[in-house]
C-alpha cells in the first residue's frame, strides 16, 4: 500500500509536468510568451541556511508524516546557487521543471540536468546539485523513506568543483 501511494505521486507528478511542457511547446509554436506564463506553485520561501551557497528557494508541498513517509518541495536555485555535498539516508527523487542544472554523485562526473530529467538519488549517496552559473534552475524534490532519517549534510561544494562543469 505505502509503495502504491509513493508511486501513484511520482506518476501525477510526472503526468503533470508532461502536460506543462507540452502546454509550452504548443504556446512557443503558437508564438507566445511563456514567461508570462503563471507558476504552479509559488517560489516560497527564501533559505537562509550554510547549506546552501547562493540564493535558494523552497516550497513544501508535502511534509513529512508518519503515513506516507516522503516529503515534497519545489526548491529554485538562482544562477550560481547550489547545495553542499549531502546524502538521503531514505534517498531522494528529483524532478527537474524549470532552467538548467547541475547534478554529481560522489567520485563521478558532474551532469547538466534540465526540464523532464529524472535524478534517483540512491540512499546514503553523496550528490550535490543547483542552478548553472548562467540559469536559474527548479525541481521537485521527493524525500523518499522519511522515516529512516532525512539529509546527513557535509562540506560545501568549492568554486574549483564547481567551475569544472560541463558548459553548452
Known amino acids: 500500500m505505502k509503495t502504491c501511494i509513493r508511486s501513484g505521486i511520482l506518476i501525477l507528478t510526472m503526468f503533470y509536468i508532461s ?7 504548443d504556446k512557443l509554436h503558437k508564438g507566445m510568451n511563456i514567461e508570462d506564463e503563471i ?7 527564501k533559505i537562509d541556511s550554510d547549506n546552501f551557497i547562493g540564493d535558494v ?19 529554485t536555485f538562482a544562477p550560481g546557487a547550489r547545495t553542499n555535498w549531502h546524502a538521503h539516508q531514505g534517498g531522494q527523487i528529483l524532478l527537474i521543471t524549470e532552467g538548467k542544472g547541475l547534478y554529481q554523485e560522489k567520485g563521478q562526473s558532474i551532469q547538466i540536468i534540465r526540464p523532464g530529467d529524472v535524478i ?8 550535490w546539485h543547483g542552478a548553472t552559473a548562467e540559469d536559474s534552475m527548479t525541481h521537485i524534490a521527493i524525500g ?4 529512516v532519517g532525512g539529509a546527513v549534510w557535509s562540506v ?3 568554486d574549483e568543483e564547481y567551475q569544472v ?4
Not at 502536460?19 to 511547446?25: F, P
Not at 507558476?39 to 520561501?45: H, M, T, W
Not at 562543469?165 to 553548452?168: G, L, N, Q, S, T
Open 19 to 25: 502536460g506543462m511542457m507540452l502546454s509550452c511547446q
Open 39 to 45: 507558476k504552479v506553485f509559488s517560489k516560497g520561501d
Open 57 to 75: 528557494w523552497v516550497n513544501y508541498l508535502v511534509p513529512s508524516d508518519s503515513v506516507h513517509k516522503v516529503s515534497v518541495g519545489s526548491v
Open 120 to 127: 534517483t538519488c540512491q540512499p546514503g549517496t553523496e550528490h
Open 144 to 147: 523518499t523513506n522519511t522515516n
Open 156 to 158: 560545501p561544494v568549492l
Open 165 to 168: 562543469a560541463p558548459r553548452e
